[in-house]
């Protein structure tokens, strides 16, 4: 006899806000702390200049409590529910929303979602929606992942359908050559989170996963650990630098995520993370 | 150190000719505000020969769709945006007079080629630097596209701005001379 433990949305209501707007004041601590410490890597000038006034923004949005960046970007929320949990209090996916607008109201964000991509008549507003994934797990717990998505990188992200042949060199070129591409539109240093494998959304959504992942863990698989490091000394060669205006630390990190595919294909998906790359979880 | 360029008596030409890609600046005036949906509206109008809510004749615009203001703040976090989105509106917003634009990113192609033709200057200040950049704007207000929200058009008043001349009048790219620079792949 399984016991089923019920949780109000109301709950996931109130985390979702208060986790948007902790996302967009404080930029999580392992991202900073890889960006002092790029301070100390950087050899051109600029770039230095460039890293320590990130540093500073980041310490004055935290301490006066402001957005970041103005782009507090598109909502991501990952829930993973446990398999025992009842929700009460009416529809789960309506609170996720109602916290993304209730945070972004409280936060002083920026109401950034076109309400039709192809008619672009008004701002949505108010009517503020985001991208949920919800999947479900075992246990009668809720994790709830945050993610404040900025465009700049968003926009620069890129996903192709790779051929078996192609290999882990395919793989390295496509990612270094999506980062080269992007120079200094994707506001670097940056994130690049990589998903290979699965189906064509499915290494989306990895990729996702992976910009998401803390800069301080590396993939557990020593073969694919060398080839983040690998990745990470290509793309800082590419002498794009801070802002693109030159210099050694174009990434902060290379997270690796893969899944088993179709016999006949290898997908490759690169999303980029900017320097601001913003997330905040928490478990209900 | 940064040099200044002061506008608040009208853009100077010998300023802004006097400017080379690479140069650190501190910008001190009153901007126009650009995003995708307000610079399409003036780009349409301008095509149409439709009257504009305010010229742009001798005018400098920033990039920029600001978070609304706290109680007591002249402006939310204000960093700028990605210029390369905006460049099919580039030139028509440059052959009305616009004197420069101040986005992040970079420029290739004809929409750099649109700022040497018209002897105009491309600036890039710092992405994702909203929070201290919001501090070096004294004023702020809505002067068109009221419905756009954060993309509708206003004017700033920037106080020491802090940006890099990207694209100078004689054509210079600093973000492909830096890149060229400092690869070693």
Not at chain 1, 142 to 167: C, I
Not at chain 1, 176 to 191: K, M, Q
Not at chain 2, 166 to 172: K, S
């Amino acid at each position: 006899m399984v016991s089923v433990r019920e949780i109000d949305v109301a709950l996931v209501r109130e985390t979702v806000a208060r986790l948007l707007v902790e996302s967009n004041y404080n930029i999580p601590g392992d991202v900073l702390g890889a960006l002092r410490a790029a301070v100390a890597a950087e050899e051109s000038p600029l770039g230095r200049r460039t890293l320590e006034q990130l540093v500073r923004n980041y310490e004055v949005a935290a301490a006066e409590r402001l957005p970041v960046c103005q782009d507090s970007g598109m909502t991501v929320v990952f829930l993973d529910v446990g398999q025992d949990v009842h929700w009460v209090g009416g529809s789960l996916r309506e609170a996720v929303v109602e916290g993304i607008r209730e945070g972004t109201r409280q936060g002083y964000l920026r109401w950034s979602i076109a309400g039709d991509p192809t008619r672009r008549l008004r701002m949505a507003g108010e009517e503020s929606p985001g991208i949920v994934h919800i999947d479900i797990v075992p246990g009668d717990r809720v994790q709830m992942k945050v993610a404040s998505k900025g465009f700049g990188a968003e926009n620069m992200s890129a996903l192709r359908m790779l051929a078996p042949a192609d290999g882990v060199n395919g793989i390295a070129e496509f990612v270094v050559h999506t980062v080269d591409r992007a120079g200094a539109n994707a506001c670097p240093p940056l994130v690049v989170g990589v998903g290979v494998g699965g189906t064509f959304e499915g290494a989306a959504l990895l990729a996702k996963k992976a910009v998401l992942r803390p800069l301080d863990e590396r993939h557990p698989r020593p073969d694919l650990q060398a080839l983040e490091a690998e990745l990470l000394g290509r793309i800082n060669a590419l002498g794009i630098g801070p802002q693109g205006l030159g210099g050694r630390v174009t990434a902060l990190a290379v997270n690796i995520e893969v899944l088993p595919t179709h016999i006949a294909g290898l997908p490759v998906a690169v999303n980029l993370g900017c320097h601001s790359t913003r997330r905040a979880e928490a478990e209900l | 150190m940064a040099m200044s360029l002061d506008w608040r008596l009208g853009v100077p030409e010998s300023g802004i000719a006097g400017l080379h890609a690479g140069d650190a600046v501190e910008l001190t005036g009153p901007v126009l505000t650009l995003r995708d949906a307000s610079a399409a509206r003036i780009a349409h109008a301008l095509e149409a020969g439709e009257p504009l809510p305010v010229s742009l004749e001798g005018r400098i615009m920033y990039a920029v769709g600001p978070s609304p203001a706290k109680p007591g703040q002249i402006i939310g976090s204000a960093g700028p945006t990605t210029t390369a989105r905006l460049s099919r509106y580039l030139p028509t917003l440059l052959s009305a007079g616009v004197r420069a634009i101040i986005g992040k990113g970079e420029l290739h192609g004809p929409g750099a080629a649109a700022f040497t033709e018209s002897g105009a200057v491309y600036f890039a200040a710092i992405g994702g630097l909203g929070a201290l950049l919001s501090k070096q704007i004294t004023a702020a207000s809505v002067v068109a596209y009221p419905d756009l929200g954060p993309e509708a058009l206003f004017e700033l008043h920037l106080d020491a701005f802090p940006a890099i001349v990207i694209v100078d009048r004689a054509g210079h790219n600093f973000h492909e001379s830096a890149r060229a620079r400092w690869r070693r792949i």
